[in-house]
Structures are given as C-alpha cells and as structure tokens.
C-alpha cells in the first residue's frame, strides 16, 4: 500500500530533514555538544561495527490504534503505510536462505497488517528460533478481530513484549491516552490466562517502560521489582522481565522537547551518562532493522531518520549478509540515547 498521498510524502520527508538538521548539532549556542563520533574516538573506543546477525527487526508499518507522545515512529490511526505482500515474500526468502536467531516485529501496531498472522506463520516455518510481538496491548481490546491474539500467540510460541509506560493509571493514560491502562490490565490478565509469563512456563510476556518527561529511566532491575510486586497485588498479574528504554530525540519525543524548551538539556544529559561500556553492546551491531518499504537500516531509530545503511545492498530484495557484515554504521547524535547510563535497546538495558 502506497503512503497517503504525494503531499504526505513530502510533509514526512521534510520532517525527517529538519530532525536531521537538529541533531546535527546546530541549535547549540554553545557549541559544547560534541558528535556522537568524536566522542566514542575521544573514549579511545574502536569504531562501531557490525558483528554476527542475529534479529532482524520488521516494521510492518505506522497504523496504530494509538497516538503515543513519545512514539518515535509518530504511528497512528490515520497512519495508512504498510509492507506489501511482495515484501514479505522478500524477507520469507532471506529467512530460509540466512541464519537468523530472532525475527522482532514491530509497527505502529503489527497486528494491525491484514497479513499479520499468515506472516507470522510462514515465519514460524523457516529456521528462525524467536519471533518476536512488540505490541501495545491494548490492540487486543480494539475490536473482536483482535480478541483471540493472545491464543494466536500462544500457538506459535511468539514472544510478546508490551509497553506499559506505568504500573499506575495516571502516568499510563496521561502519555499514552485516557482508558489505555484499564485496557492494557486485561489483555495483560488475558496473556496470562493462556499462559504468558507465568513463572516456569515457556511462553515470554515482557513489559516496556520508557520515561515519560526529560529524563532518564532509574534502574531496570528496581523498576522492574516495583512492577511485579504492584501489578501482582493489584491485579494478579505476572510478566517475566521489564525492560527500560530511554527515549530517542526523534519524531514526537524531539517536537516535545523543543516545545517545551527542553532539548538542549536533555542532550546534555544524555551525553553527560555517556557510558562506553554500553557502547560494545549498542543493537546495531548484531540488528538489521527493515521498513515497510523493505529498505535496510542500522536499528529503527535510523529507519525514522531515513539513515539507510552505508552498503551496496539498501534493500531486503538485494540482501547479502557478506556485504552488510562488511558495513560501516551510520550514527548520529541520537545515538547518545543508547549509550546514556546503563545504555538502551528494543531489549532494556544493555550495561
């Protein structure tokens, strides 16, 4: 399915140019933020490289049932792109011809592809080990259709990861939307009800939290204590790991903090927790991200940003694990987000 229209199109490019432009660097006074690049030199770090190829991360397109304001791929119902058939006819071919661990699928909400389900069946035919459901939860409780996901999942062993931005309904509804967190506690207890995070059980649910201002998320290990002990107590819910993700200065979490004049802080901050530990492990050495379109990416963060990757092969149709092994990362200041404090990936904390 083709974007919206020619003007979206150039609306969506123009967006993408003038975040580029931002996190050049240009709008410091000060000139005191250095160039993610400079700084790993400076740390007398080895450049960032690809290692093996383990997760191919496939966004399948923007439509979602919610307008989140830290979303980074500004998804939403009026979000109309999503991969064609002869795309995933690409990937399903690079599947069974590549050794590929984890196929992460993602969106926008991925449930929401009419194909959805036939996909994750023809992938759960190849060689791969995970298939992974970034989902929002509350795409289960959108409409009957969707009702019987957790069961769907279950059959095909999937591995659900849902962001929950709080075990508390205020800060969950005030970033994601009044009613989300209701929702998103049933189709939780419906997860659990198949079988999802159960202790000694086989089937992964794990939860997301990103920060809802400014600022960095606390401890992984201490959230995630906090999260169990509450949704347990409150509503007999069990989840098996909580990841925390710092929020990128992309999309709709960079117009916020221009808005609210808070981003020259916030990369201050977030080169001030540089980490060069969490620098060996960033997820764009073992990741290929794919859009909708099938174009090749370092993560999905540069997906948004249109920073294809740096290789003779730029999309799924043209792959070649050789080449892309050979490639050099494209980084840009965002990239502070992943290495901030205990560093960030789709997988939490990462030193």
């Given at each position: 399915m083709k974007i919206k229209s020619l003007k979206a199109r150039k609306d969506s490019l123009a967006q993408t140019e003038?975040?580029?432009e931002i996190?050049?660097?240009g709008i410091f006074k000060d000139g005191s933020l250095p160039t993610f690049k400079e700084k790993v030199k400076s740390s007398n770090l080895p450049a960032v490289r690809p290692t093996a190829l383990e997760i191919l991360q496939i966004n399948v397109g923007y439509m979602c049932n919610q307008v989140c304001a830290h979303c980074h791929v500004d998804a939403g119902p009026d979000r109309k792109e999503i991969m064609t058939h002869e795309t995933m006819e690409q990937i399903l071919t690079v599947l069974q011809s590549n050794t590929i661990k984890t196929v992460d699928l993602t969106g926008g909400a991925p449930e929401m592809h009419p194909e959805f389900r036939w996909f994750v069946e023809e992938v759960r035919k190849t060689e791969v080990e995970e298939i992974i459901v970034r989902s929002n939860l509350t795409i289960i409780l959108a409409n009957k259709k969707y009702h019987d996901l957790p069961e769907f999942f279950a059959k095909h062993k999937v591995h659900v990861i849902s962001s929950l931005p709080f075990y508390k309904r205020g800060k969950t509804d005030k970033q994601r939307g009044d009613g989300v967190f209701d929702s998103s506690i049933e189709a939780l207890?419906?997860?659990n009800k198949v079988g999802f995070g159960i202790a000694g059980g086989s089937l992964e649910l794990d939860l997301v939290y990103n920060p809802s201002g400014a600022f960095l998320p606390g401890d992984q290990?201490?959230?995630e204590l906090d999260f169990k002990?509450?949704?347990?107590e409150d509503f007999n819910i069990e989840f098996?790991?909580?990841f925390s993700i710092t929020n990128l200065p992309i999309s709709r979490f960079l117009d916020y903090l221009i808005a609210s004049e808070n981003y020259e802080e916030y990369m201050h901050s977030l080169v001030e927790a540089f980490n060069p530990i969490a620098v060996e492990n960033v997820m764009c050495t073992n990741t290929i991200s794919v859009s909708w379109e099938g174009y090749l990416f370092d993560c999905d963060f540069n997906q948004m940003l249109d920073l294809k990757v740096e290789a003779s092969t730029t999309h799924i149709s043209e792959y070649n694990t050789d080449v892309l092994s050979?490639?050099?990362i494209r980084l840009s200041q965002h990239c502070y987000g992943c290495?901030?404090?205990a560093g960030s990936s789709c997988q939490g904390s990462i030193a």
């Open positions: 003038k975040q580029l996190l050049s660097g207890q419906m997860l290990k201490a959230l002990k509450a949704l347990k098996n790991q909580l050979d490639r050099n290495t901030a404090g």
